[in-house]
């Protein structure tokens, strides 16, 4: 499906929290491995793909790391 039928994006630090959007539905868009200082960490790029309203998932992740920019 191409990126012009995106309806939502969402993004993740947590590999525990990627897999739910995955089992949920969300489509994985991009897996960037970002750094700041001494801190380096894997944000995971969600997007929303379907015609539907995706359903309300509470994340069960630690996100950890300095604040995503």
Same mark, same amino acid.
């Given at each position: 499906?191409?990126?012009?039928? =995106?309806?939502? +994006?969402?993004?993740? %630090?947590? &590999?525990?929290?990627?897999?739910?959007?995955?089992?949920?539905?969300? =489509?994985?868009? +991009?897996?960037?491995? %970002?750094? &700041?200082?001494?801190?380096?960490?894997?944000?995971?790029?969600?997007?929303?793909?379907?015609?539907?309203?995706? %359903?309300?998932?509470?994340?069960?992740?630690?996100?950890?790391?300095?604040?995503?920019?």
């Amino acid at each position: 499906m191409g990126i012009e039928k =995106t309806k939502r +994006l969402i993004s993740t %630090r947590s &590999e525990v929290n990627a897999n739910l959007l995955l089992t949920a539905g969300w =489509t994985l868009l +991009l897996v960037a491995d %970002r750094q &700041e200082g001494e801190y380096q960490w894997v944000q995971y790029h969600f997007g929303w793909q379907h015609e539907s309203e995706p %359903r309300d998932i509470t994340f069960t992740g630690v996100e950890d790391g300095p604040p995503a920019f």
